[in-house]
């Protein structure tokens, strides 16, 4: 198989500067301005296969800038894209995120070719429970419905009732109208799910390798050092999340921002979800500290190209595992259309 080392690298011509002056003028404080010169030539070559080939390139806001903002067609949280995926009309979706996402997006639109570009691309939760895991806790909890993060193989959402994000996880308990849940895999998430609700939640202790390693001291002296607005992602852990001002999901925290317009912030996420948001609010002061997720950074430009050139990888789920893990996943997309379920 080719690999990217492989591939021929597109050539630099003048006229992609003027082409792309949006696009630099949008990202140029993000982007190094000797990366931009590498970037630009696969930026050009990855929009123009897009298109011959008629697919939809999706990209969670994890993604590094000049993905997000370069090759995109549709950006956002993992809700937003399996939003995307569920009413997407292309016959091809290039998922720039982690594999589970792309699973969701081909559980979604199962008659689509789905691509990842490195598969590879992980997550620490995803990792920490399976299908036997699930089954073992429902022997143990007869009768308590399962709540599952969509940070989960297909395997596990096959076996889970109903599934939610961090932007929803509080409405998905809730709409399911019983006193007790068991709520997986991650373990500081369903702690703060379960402050918010009446419901009892039995907890998996998963936990996601980026945002558990923040701590309550590095907080506080964004706080203290750069008079900045914490803002943390749910997946921190409580004593980070009880310095924030605010805790909210990916999407939440974009609304937050927009609403609030703080002079200074720090982002307690994910670095390349930051820089995404400093494009969209330039007059606020976004401070560190923030972690890379490693799994997000696999994908790449080049793999990208590689991706849409070979239709490679084709993410593939067996029909069985994709029918029972579609109900999980199209019950939280009912919940948020104010459905019960
Ligand atoms: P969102 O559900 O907010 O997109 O987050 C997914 C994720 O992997 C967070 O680390
Ligand atoms: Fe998984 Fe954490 Fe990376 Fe999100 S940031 S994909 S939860 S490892």
Known sequence: MTTTADLPVPIWRDELEHEYAALRARIEHLVPCLEWPMHLPWIEAINRLKQQRGAVIMAHSYQSPEIFHGVADVTGDSLALAQAAADCDAEIIVLCGVHFMAESAKILAPHK????????????????????????????????PVVSYVNTSAAVKAETDV?????NAVQV?????????????????GAHVAKQTGVELVLWQ??????????????????????????????CPPEVLAEADFVGSTSAMGKWLAREQPRRVALITECSMADNLRAQFPATEFIKPCNLCPHMQRITLQNIYASLRDLRHVVEIPADIADRARLSLTRMLAVGRGERV
């Open 113 to 144: 070719t789905v691509l990842i570009p490195d598969l590879e691309a992980g997550c620490s939760l995803a990792a920490s429970i399976t299908a036997d895991d699930v089954r073992a806790l429902r022997a143990r909890y007869p009768g308590v």
């Open 206 to 235: 998963g936990r996601c390798e980026v945002h558990e390693k923040f701590t309550a001291g590095e907080a506080r002296h964004a706080r203290e050092r750069f008079d900045a607005k914490l803002v943390a992602h749910p997946e």
């Open 173 to 189: 308990v809730e709409s399911l109208g019983v006193d007790k849940v068991i709520f997986l895999p991650d373990a500081f998430l």
């Open 163 to 167: 599934c939610c994000t961090s932007a």
